[in-house]
């Protein structure tokens, strides 16, 4: 149990246009999903908390209006990179918690890469 | 801010050898876990320990919350534990991750 998802796994873009990437808790409901940016050779760092049925709220430097989150549903969390550029070229992680053992799972993530 | 260092940061084992990694917090501790990531960038939940000890097969891990320190034993390393390993600890009362620097890991045959 506890497995969460991640579509698509690998993108190819071009600059300028925007993408979206879905992130699903297959076998439970997750009220608070969360997404993490990872650039090579460094740790994960959370971009924002994702709630369903209420706003993102996003970590400090993480420009809300250029990764729009929609958690529409208790097992579906989107994160669309609007205008994407070179620099927004990274490896996109999200995860969903189950709170009934107090642990995160995490989806095996999008690559995503911004000619 | 949280801080959350690990170490070593890099190491190279042979295959069949013993390694503890370490993980060392500024504030304190909650709901610590233990990841590894896979070379196809997978995390994959080893250990849930916010306290105390856990083994499961050649991988066990100790929390000593009080002293701030996490410690995960790999033993009879295999060239499939190779990879990243992270540890991860709430922000108190957020359910945010904080993630650690990660130690590399490359098991040679």
């Known amino acids: 149990g506890a497995v969460v998802s991640q579509h698509p796994s690998r993108v190819i873009c071009k600059s300028g246009t925007s993408v979206k990437i879905e992130c699903r808790s297959l076998?439970?409901?997750?009220?608070?999903m969360f997404w993490y940016r990872q650039f090579p050779k460094q740790s994960l760092m959370l971009m924002a908390t994702?709630?369903?049925?209420?706003?993102?709220?996003?970590e400090q430097g993480v420009e809300k209006d250029k990764f729009l989150i929609n958690h529409a549903s208790l097992t579906l969390s989107t994160l669309t990179v609007t205008s994407a550029h070179p620099e927004d070229s990274s490896f996109y992680i999200c995860?969903?918690?189950?709170?009934?053992?107090?642990?995160?799972?995490f989806g095996p993530g999008t690559r995503l890469t911004v000619l | 801010g949280i801080q959350v260092e690990q170490s070593p940061p890099d190491l190279i084992l042979q295959e069949g050898a013993n390694s503890t990694l370490r993980c060392n917090f500024s504030?304190?501790?909650?709901?610590l876990q233990w990841f590894h990531q896979n070379p196809w960038g997978q995390l994959i939940n080893l250990f849930y320990i916010p306290s105390g000890t856990k083994q499961n097969g050649r991988l066990s891990a100790t929390t000593v919350a009080t002293e701030r320190y996490s410690l995960l034993y790999i033993s009879s390393s295999q060239t499939t534990d190779s990879g990243v390993y992270f540890c991860?600890?709430?922000?108190?009362?957020?359910?945010?991750?904080?993630f650690g620097t990660g130690t590399r890991l490359k098991v040679l045959a």
């Open positions: 994702s709630n369903e049925g209420s706003k993102a709220t996003y």
């Open positions: 504030d304190s501790v909650n709901n």
């Open positions: 076998d439970f409901q997750a009220t608070t």
């Open positions: 991860a600890h709430e922000a108190t009362g957020t359910y945010k991750y904080i």
């Open positions: 995860s969903a918690q189950l709170v009934a053992v107090n642990e995160q799972f």
